[in-house]
């Protein structure tokens, strides 16, 4: 079909070639005959006044006609230019539309993959990351609280569980591409609706369960700890996370590990859960730079020791 689209525009150019050369000649006759009439008028300037007369009533005809067969075919050159610009479209249109590659159809499903790794529980940890339990609470609590959906093309098990083998192995789009047997356009789409969705979970769960801190940790209360333990609220240290960055941010996101990165800082409890995250610095700045900005932007999220502590004491001690 692509070469018939290519014969027919062929054609079509030929065609309005052959019109631009016809109205060329066209032009070229009338200039001709303008000079033999030129020429006629000198060389009969002693004739009668009738034959003047008569010879100019011809001359006008002539010119008449010429008009309207110029204007016809620059008329036709206009419908062949339109018909060529409308044909170029359309095989456009044909490539990028209708001229696809046949329907891949894998050998096993893409739920299928993800449901017999999923059973298999060091399958399940090596592929996602986490075990069969929590990607099942994960799962429940993003299609019922964070707007994660099935579609009539995907489920949002095997959504999930792509946007995990993505993360956890630092999957490739191509990869996820041919293991999933997916277009790279619809691995993009579904990517982004799940990071959403987690997105939105981060921001209800990365914070303290006591802003006031009213209650001493039970860990803390061991002698092991107490006294000198009293009142800390967690652990706060930065951390460097590979990353790929355009090549114009290359040196700014190079660290002293000598590969590009981002500084990460990140505070947690004695839960082992995290309350405080901001990414997104470039691995070369420093981390007390990282630490400053967030108090001084995120001061309202940031998790503040109970009154009566010295947190600069502590803090500088513990980030020299």
Same mark, same amino acid.
């Given at each position: 079909?692509?070469?018939?689209?290519?014969?027919?525009?062929?054609?079509?150019?030929?065609?309005?070639?052959?019109?631009?050369?016809?109205?060329?000649?066209?032009?070229?006759?009338?200039?001709?005959? !303008? %000079?033999?009439?030129?020429? $006629? &008028?000198d060389?009969?300037?002693?004739s @009668?006044?009738? /034959? !003047? %007369?008569d010879?100019?009533? $011809? &001359?006008?005809?002539?010119?008449?006609? @010429?008009?309207? /067969?110029?204007?016809?075919?620059?008329?036709?050159?206009?419908?062949?230019?339109?018909?060529?610009?409308?044909s170029?479209?359309?095989?456009?249109?044909?490539?990028?539309?209708?001229?696809?590659?046949?329907?891949?159809?894998?050998?096993?499903?893409r739920?299928?993959?993800?449901?017999?790794?999923?059973?298999?529980?060091?399958?399940?940890?090596n592929?996602?990351?986490?075990?069969?339990?929590?990607?099942?609470?994960?799962?429940?609590?993003?299609?019922?609280?964070?707007?994660?959906?099935?579609?009539?093309?995907?489920?949002?098990?095997?959504?999930?569980?792509?946007?995990?083998?993505?993360?956890?192995?630092q999957?490739?789009?191509?990869?996820?591409?041919?293991?999933?047997?997916?277009?790279?356009?619809t691995?993009?789409?579904?990517?982004?609706?799940?990071?959403?969705?987690?997105?939105?979970?981060?921001?209800?769960?990365?914070?303290?369960?006591?802003p006031?801190?009213r209650?001493?940790?039970?860990?803390?209360?061991?002698?092991?700890?107490?006294?000198?333990?009293?009142?800390?609220?967690g652990?706060?240290?930065?951390?460097?996370?590979p990353?790929?960055?355009?090549?114009?941010?290359?040196?700014?996101?190079?660290?002293?590990?000598?590969?590009?990165?981002?500084?990460?800082?990140?505070?947690?409890d004695?839960?082992m859960?995290?309350?405080?995250?901001?990414?997104?610095?470039?691995?070369s700045?420093?981390?007390?730079?990282?630490?400053?900005?967030?108090?001084?932007?995120?001061?309202?999220k940031?998790?503040?020791?109970?009154?009566?502590?010295?947190?600069?004491?502590?803090?500088?001690f513990?980030?020299?």
């Amino acid at each position: 079909m692509v070469n018939l689209w290519s014969d027919a525009v062929c054609c079509l150019c030929v065609q309005v070639n052959d019109v631009n050369a016809a109205t060329l000649e066209g032009d070229g006759t009338k200039d001709d005959d !303008d %000079d033999s009439e030129q020429g $006629s &008028d000198d060389d009969s300037s002693d004739s @009668a006044s009738l /034959e !003047d %007369d008569d010879s100019s009533d $011809s &001359d006008s005809s002539d010119d008449e006609d @010429a008009a309207i /067969e110029e204007y016809f075919l620059r008329a036709q050159k206009r419908r062949w230019q339109m018909v060529l610009t409308a044909s170029m479209i359309g095989m456009i249109h044909f490539d990028k539309y209708m001229n696809k590659a046949e329907y891949r159809v894998p050998k096993e499903s893409r739920y299928e993959w993800v449901m017999r790794n999923l059973g298999n529980r060091t399958g399940c940890y090596n592929m996602f990351r986490m075990h069969r339990n929590v990607f099942d609470k994960l799962h429940n609590v993003l299609v019922e609280s964070y707007g994660l959906k099935s579609t009539c093309k995907m489920s949002s098990v095997e959504a999930l569980g792509m946007f995990l083998w993505i993360c956890g192995g630092q999957q490739a789009v191509r990869q996820v591409e041919n293991r999933f047997t997916r277009s790279l356009k619809t691995v993009s789409r579904k990517f982004e609706k799940v990071l959403a969705s987690v997105s939105k979970l981060a921001a209800d769960i990365i914070r303290t369960i006591d802003p006031h801190f009213r209650s001493v940790h039970q860990r803390l209360q061991s002698p092991r700890f107490s006294p000198f333990f009293d009142k800390c609220i967690g652990a706060i240290d930065g951390t460097h996370v590979p990353v790929v960055v355009p090549t114009n941010q290359v040196v700014q996101h190079t660290g002293r590990h000598g590969y590009t990165t981002q500084n990460v800082l990140a505070i947690c409890d004695f839960n082992m859960r995290f309350t405080f995250v901001v990414a997104g610095w470039p691995g070369s700045v420093h981390d007390m730079r990282v630490f400053k900005d967030a108090i001084e932007k995120y001061d309202d999220k940031f998790p503040h020791p109970p009154e009566g502590i010295d947190v600069s004491y502590h803090l500088l001690f513990h980030l020299d």
